[in-house]
């Protein structure tokens, strides 16, 4: 049960900021969006997530609409080591399980 | 670097070998993960420790064993696996098994067999 959907794939050009998209919209009221990326062949990165207010660090921006029911993650400059797939993720309620789901597939392009 | 590490990072294997696949972790988490990623499908997840108990088995068939000596250390005993079991092996960890725990990754086991 994926609990999220995103657009299976995205371009950016480099050094523009890349909007990744995803809809949650039976999120309930304590549950955290989770994003993770992976790159080909290696293991999932974690990256980001939030609860209801926005969230920055050093790798991305997460910004969850007021209603919860969608998000958005920025990429401010995108590289093209940022090519990776990306994954919205909202755990189950038991046992921490992430669900991965397909992702959208993000390709920076020079 | 996660972390976590994984070997061996590929493996070759007949239907009828037995091999085991390591994960350690260097985090002082509590709680690891066996996934399973088949090429174009969604990483699935096979199992879960806490606290070296496992409390999820996610209906993994039986020619996958897995084993928690300490908080440390996973293993993937495997033993008459089939082709289609030829996939991405990955570990992580999380601080806890329960919510709200991000997990940390390793790069995973390329598993091919023959």
């Known amino acids: 049960d994926a609990k999220t959907t995103q657009p299976p794939s995205m371009d950016c050009a480099e050094g523009r900021a890349a909007n990744l998209p995803c809809n949650h919209s039976?999120?309930?009221?304590?549950?955290?969006v989770y994003w993770y990326r992976q790159i080909h062949s290696q293991g999932p990165q974690y990256i980001i997530h939030g609860l209801k207010n926005n969230e920055t660090n050093e790798m991305a921006s997460l910004i969850i609409t007021e209603d919860r029911k969608s998000s958005t993650l920025i990429l401010p400059h995108a590289t093209l080591r940022d090519t990776a797939v990306y994954y919205c993720?909202?755990?189950?309620?038991?046992?921490?399980?992430?669900?991965f789901g397909t992702g959208t597939s993000l390709t920076v392009i020079p | 670097e996660t972390g976590v590490t994984q070997t061996p990072r590929h493996l070759v294997m007949g239907m009828t070998n037995k091999k085991s696949l390591k994960c350690e972790q260097h985090?002082?988490?509590?709680?690891m993960y066996w996934y399973k990623q088949s090429a174009k499908k969604p990483l699935e997840l096979m199992f879960v420790y806490s606290l070296e108990e496992r409390v999820e088995n996610n209906s993994v068939p039986s020619r996958f064993s897995p084993e928690c000596p300490n908080s440390s250390h996973l293993f993937l005993h495997l033993h008459t696996l089939q082709p289609e079991d030829s996939a991405l092996y990955l570990c992580a960890s999380s601080q806890d098994q329960g919510l709200y725990n991000e997990q940390f990754f390793g790069p995973g086991t390329r598993l091919t067999v023959l």
């Open positions: 993720i909202v755990p189950r309620d038991t046992g921490n399980q992430f669900y």
């Open positions: 985090l002082g988490h509590n709680a």
């Open positions: 039976t999120i309930s009221g304590n549950e955290y």
